[in-house]
DNA sequence: TCAGATGCAATGCAGTTGTATTGCAACGAG
DNA sequence: CTCGTTGCAATACAACTGCATTGCATCTGA
């Protein structure tokens, strides 16, 4: 296995560099080691993200991991990041298939549901994120990125409600960040969770007719 | 150390055993453990429980960790079960500081802010309650307790609301839950997470009159 | 062509993990 | 006073961890 399937897009971003006597794509095999982290943490919990246990999920040898992240923590951060940014990539292609201005309901009910871990797929990527907000709680240093991220979704919500408070997007936020983890855990069915979603729009937008 | 400074309070509820050559209380030693490791996972993440940590945690050896609990997993679930009874506490013992039959949303927003970790010492508690939402989202096997629970919890709080809405009781409790992690994330600060919870209840309650 | 850089595999190593086993002191029942 | 049970400590052990090191094939720029 492992055929040379590599050298597809070379350098993203690749800035200042004079001397590049290589051929593959940094980026690209540190993603594929990512995605092979966040499958070992989907269905086996983060404690079971070792350097062994990712390569072997990745189809590489250890020491190829170890090449390319040269901690695990170094790992770690980057797969949070990969993480954070699928989110946001979520986010704007939900966002993108509604036309040009939507009503500020169904944006909010297509952003929000576009989040959920409402499917398997979702729900493996909701797993990870749900394992790194444990792991962060712990190190409150690394989470300075998914701090930025709250406060612009909280500032964005707010301003598309019909009152513009910032509280009640910062609930709706923490609404949709509850429904996740019950989602996860079990506690809600998908009908449930877009159900109260459902809801609690009702409330902000003060009318009674279903999305 | 360790002066044998055990035989305290003796069997809390001792039934049906007729031949009992032992003087310690099991449960006691158990919940010693349990906090122990609480601790442990508190300030250190649930990856860092160990029998051995957990053991120096509590000042015992590890050898005696290991006669109470005879693997790791019964002693994650025995510390699982102690963090939903502790939860269950704080909640009957914030509804009973409001006196014989308060208003309902006096009510609510108590029992919620009881169980938000807006303080250092509620914020430990949190931290482990989460870490074990990561870990059962994993093993959904050990978390029917946990299920049992939310579902007593929405149904209990969409009979106090004023709409008497399922969906807007599983809602709040979602608001809840998200307000939850993103106090311990430090996404939010506790004036953020209080002023949300007042917005939501002013939309709950049809009112703009501050709790 | 030929250093030198790079990609990557293999191995070694000290430390930690969960668990099984063993040993011994203290106790209760007979 | 035994004797078996229990409480607990200590140790052993295989598996695993993250990391450092080594070795080699391949490519690059000169």
Known sequence: MTAPRWRSLRATHCETIEAMPKKVDHQERRTLIADALMRVAADQGLEAVSLRHVAAAAGVSAGMVQHYFR??????????????????????????????????????????????????????????????????????????????????????????????????????????????????GGQYTAEQALGALDAQLDLLFGSSAAA
């Open 71 to 184: 901690t695990k923590d170094e790992m770690m951060a980057f797969a949070m990041a990969v993480v954070r940014e699928r989110g946001q990539a979520r986010v704007t292609e939900a966002l993108a298939r509604l036309g040009e201005n939507p009503a500020p309901r169904l944006l909010l009910r297509t952003m929000i549901a576009a989040l959920l871990p409402l499917d398997d797929r979702t729900r493996d990527d909701g797993r990870v994120a749900l394992a790194f907000l444990a792991y962060t709680a712990v190190r409150p240093a690394s989470a300075t990125g998914l701090r930025a991220d709250t406060m612009q979704l909280t500032s964005f919500i707010a301003s598309v409600l019909p009152s513009g408070d910032t509280a009640e997007g910062a609930g709706l936020l923490a609404l949709m960040e509850g429904l996740g983890v019950y989602l996860l």
